[in-house]
């Protein structure tokens, strides 16, 4: 007698990652109806880059961001999604400070101060995160009510060791998420006065690293990247950017980018090292858009994506 049960389940180990929402629609077809549906667990993470201290919308007048943006229209969003789904990441890739007077006269203490009245989950830093020195944002970590990650930025020398790690896990509805972060080399774009003696560690190596450790070790169900390496160098495509990392990657589910101010409406699609997907994705600058994207996953793990930015 065939077990029927069984050959169901045996079907959906073959559902590894696919990706939009086309993909959601062919699922469907390999449950028959005289079966019980699984359960399926759903995880959303919304993310921003490069907001640059802009804590208010736009000028009506902006030729070209008129009205968009701000802190208290980001918050209102970032609500309405939770209360759509609880198991919701709200992270950020980087260069929270910079841009408007609120730095230059509060010095990132507002910046964080809002960012932790939405209850963003976890941060990385980019270059402009230094623009008040090492010891600046090192002041200003107490008003932030969440945890920085960088992978490749040895802090052990500098004020920041043991407060930035390279990692971190999350668990939502039984999902494991574990999240490491990647920055941009310092040299030539920060002063070194200002980052001291943090040591800058190669991103493609690290980036191999983190992953095995997040899945073979950590036993993550979703790894993603914080990055701040850029989004992709058009005059210099062997420089390691977001699409060179997701390249030669394993284990990476999504890699949410910065620095660039790369506009994606959707998440770019890339094959790793392994010819599985990665998603990669970045929403501009200055907190005019939300990136979106959804995870959804069977009782088996397998799991299926489709990503939006959202303008705010």
């Not at 040895?154 to 939502?172: A, M, R, W």
């Not at 980036?207 to 899945?215: A, E, P, T, V, Y």
């Not at 600058?285 to 489709?306: A, P, T």
Request: charged letters at 25%.
């Amino acid at each position: 007698m065939v077990d029927l049960k069984t050959n169901s389940m045996d079907r959906r180990k073959f559902i590894k990652q696919t990706s939009a929402a086309a993909s959601i629609v062919g699922l469907g077809g390999l449950t028959l109806p005289s079966f019980t549906p699984k359960k399926k667990k759903h995880i959303t993470i919304l993310h921003t880059n490069d907001t640059h201290s802009h804590i208010e919308p736009f000028e009506a007048d902006h030729y070209r961001f008129a009205n968009k943006g701000g802190v208290a229209r980001r918050a209102t969003l970032v609500n309405n999604i939770r209360l759509e789904n609880p198991n919701t990441l709200l992270l950020d890739a980087g260069d929270i400070f910079q841009g408007t007077p609120y730095f230059n006269y509060f010095g990132g203490e507002l910046e964080f101060k809002l960012m932790s009245m939405l209850k963003y989950d976890l941060a990385t830093l980019g270059n402009h995160d230094f623009d008040n020195s090492i010891d600046g944002f090192y002041k200003q970590l107490p008003k932030a009510n969440f945890n920085f990650v960088s992978a490749n930025y040895d802090f052990s020398n500098t004020i920041l060791d043991e407060h930035v790690k390279p990692y971190q896990t999350f668990i939502k509805d039984g999902i494991k998420i574990g999240v490491f972060g990647l920055g941009i080399k310092l040299q030539g774009l920060v002063d070194p006065k200002m980052y001291k003696e943090t040591r800058y560690l190669d991103p493609l190596e690290i980036s191999q690293d983190m992953s095995r450790i997040l899945k073979e070790d950590e036993q993550c169900d979703l790894i993603i990247c914080l990055s701040h390496l850029g989004y992709y160098y058009k005059n210099n495509p062997q420089k390691v950017s977001d699409l060179v990392i997701a390249k030669a990657s394993k284990n990476i589910d999504l890699i949410i980018g910065g620095h660039t101010h790369t506009f994606l409406p959707k998440p770019t699609l890339v094959k790793n090292s392994e010819d599985q997907q990665v998603l990669v994705n970045q929403v501009g600058c200055f907190g005019i858009n939300v990136g979106r994207v959804d995870f959804y996953f069977d009782e088996d793990n397998g799991k299926i994506s489709q990503g939006k930015t959202i303008l705010v």
